[in-house]
């Protein structure tokens, strides 16, 4: 697509209409600029950041040097990714009121994460998730099944990630096609582990504040313009929006059913794989150990519920706005596809600059969270897999589990380059409620039986995170998004024998089951002392920048 092709997609229903909108183009040259602009501060950041990265907490945790309203930023940084930004966009633009259920989604599931788990687990645990969930149960069994399920939640959420950034790097480029998408993914990939590689979790939390900081404001800003040009009238904006809507929908993208009517059941499972998804989203819950104190993570909290709040409350007005300036086909049909609504609204809003600044925005968001996934899962397989798991916590030059680390970061860069080309086109708020289900199935019940269940055992939580990993795993390959239709990953095929596009209804569900089944037909006693010491880790803070070791 050409930029002057591009720019006509831009009127309402994607009309040639006048010379004053054919006049707005994209401008590749400006869009590079931009781009290299963001990686040349970042990467100077990073490499500040880097200078003070001599143990494996200041490579895992950061030194737990941030304060509470930067690791706020940090975490809002990290929350709201490009699913977040493009993808829900995109959702509301098509399938309105449905499509806003992603926000209230994501939003309802990170005050359950705070209300459930995350300042527990920052108070027990060390650097990782299977920290908090080996603490008194075998230390070797429970470490494994943790580190897998943590390896596979960051892998379907950086598929998604990727998917966004050849989408919204295509669109900006004017590239419409396979090679090209997959060569930028390429790009994104590369970056990925240099940030890692160089600035651990130092350089990527000061990535994710500057990314918050950029992604709130510029959201901010479009909202506002978006209102203004409605008379600061919602209703006027909603009625566009009907008018533009895609054939034969009209007021439809205004009620509930649009998307989910036929089929309750397939939102529920995608209500249930958001709400409890993000209490078991390791990435997330990982940034709660960079902060020194208690205090300092609930002052993170804070800032964060109003940070990410705000944000969700302005996708309603950019998903909308982009349906009644941009149009519903028009999005459809641009390289990118769903994606590309918030830039493609950045464009007909403020011209090539703004799109520019916008689609840099979201560029830095897709960075900064492949970052932040990419260390969590180099931490799991380097502190729990090699460390714990293969040495038995006996390493004995202290920089090895750091440079394994490393290392690992090269290879969940290539996998994540493979697996982004591989699911080019899908919709990426879609691609991370299943990041959301397989966290909330495989994860959060263990969470939640080893904070609060005295009588949960190895085998318990052993069975509930492989039962519950498995059990999603199995339902996704067998459901209509990868097989069975046009819109699936795999389009040729047909083997979808599992009606729903989610699996949480069924595999959350058997999760918790099975930490239970397993847990009362285990005759072991777990340690009480353990047990008793993690309780008062939880609820006190004390001891929590210990090893953790027994």
Not at 295 to 306: G, H, K, L
Request: aromatic content about 10%; some cysteine.
């Amino acid at each position: 697509m050409t930029p002057t092709a591009l720019a006509d997609l831009t009127a309402p229903g994607g009309d040639l209409v006048t010379q004053a909108t054919t006049e707005v183009e994209n401008n590749p040259a400006l869009n590079i600029t931009i781009f290299a602009a963001f990686v040349a501060v970042t990467m100077f950041i990073v490499l500040r950041a880097s200078r003070n990265n001599k143990t494996a907490s200041d490579y895992y945790a950061g030194g737990r040097s941030f304060s509470g309203p930067q690791n706020g930023f940090a975490i809002s940084g990290d929350y709201l990714s490009a699913a977040s930004f493009l993808g829900i966009c995109g959702a509301i633009a098509l399938n309105g009121y449905d499509g806003f259920l992603y926000s209230i989604g994501f939003l309802v599931a990170w005050l359950v994460a705070l209300l459930l788990v995350a300042e527990l687990m920052r108070n027990t645990g060390k650097f990782t998730m299977a920290d908090v969930l080996s603490f008194r149960l075998r230390q070797r069994p429970v470490r494994m099944a943790a580190a897998i399920s943590t390896l596979a939640v960051c892998f379907f959420y950086l598929l998604a990630q990727m998917a966004g950034a050849g989408g919204l790097v295509s669109l900006l480029m004017g590239i419409d096609g396979a090679l090209g998408q997959s060569l930028v993914i390429a790009v994104v990939g590369a970056l990925m582990i240099v940030y890692v590689l160089v600035g651990g979790m130092k350089g990527t939390t000061w990535v994710q504040i500057v990314k918050a900081v950029l992604l709130i404001l510029g959201a901010g800003a479009m909202t506002v313009w978006v209102l203004a040009l409605n008379g600061f009238n919602l209703s006027t904006l909603l009625g566009a929006a009907v008018d533009n809507a895609s054939a034969g929908v009209g007021e439809a993208v205004l009620d509930p059913g649009l998307k989910y009517g036929e089929n309750p059941l397939d939102f529920i499972s995608l209500a249930l794989a958001l709400v409890l998804g993000t209490a078991g989203l390791p990435h997330v819950l990982m940034r709660f150990y960079t902060v020194p104190t208690a205090r300092e993570a609930r002052r993170s909290v804070v800032w964060a519920i109003w940070l990410i709040g705000a944000f969700y409350l302005f996708t309603l007005v950019l998903g909308y706005g982009a349906a009644a300036l941009v149009g519903a086909e028009t999005i459809e049909n641009a390289p990118g596809g769903v994606n590309s609504a918030a830039p493609l609204l950045a464009l007909h809003l403020g011209g090539p600059i703004l799109m520019g600044f916008i689609s840099a925005v979201a560029f830095a968001t897709i960075l900064a969270v492949v970052a932040g996934l990419a260390i969590t899962a180099a931490a799991s397989f380097a502190h729990d897999i090699y460390a714990n798991y293969m040495k038995k916590g006996k390493v004995e030059d202290p920089d090895a589990e750091v440079k394994i680390a490393r290392r690992t970061v090269i290879v969940i860069g290539a996998v994540a380059i493979i697996g982004g080309i591989g699911v080019q086109g899908q919709n990426i708020a879609f691609l991370v409620a299943l990041a959301f289900a397989v966290a909330a199935s495989a994860n959060l019940p263990t969470i939640i039986y080893s904070l609060f269940w005295k009588r949960f055992t190895t085998r318990g939580a052993v069975w509930s995170i492989y039962g519950g990993l498995g059990s999603a795993i199995l339902l996704i390959t067998f459901s209509p998004v990868v097989s069975g239709s046009e819109t699936a990953m795999i389009s040729s095929a047909d083997f979808a024998i599992f009606p729903l596009d989610n699996p949480g209804i069924v595999s959350i569900p058997l999760g918790f089951i099975l930490g239970w089944l397993g847990s009362i037909t285990d005759r072991t006693i777990e340690s009480p002392e353990l047990a008793a010491e993690m309780d008062v880790r939880a609820h006190t803070g004390f001891g929590a920048e210990k090893a953790v070791e027994h």
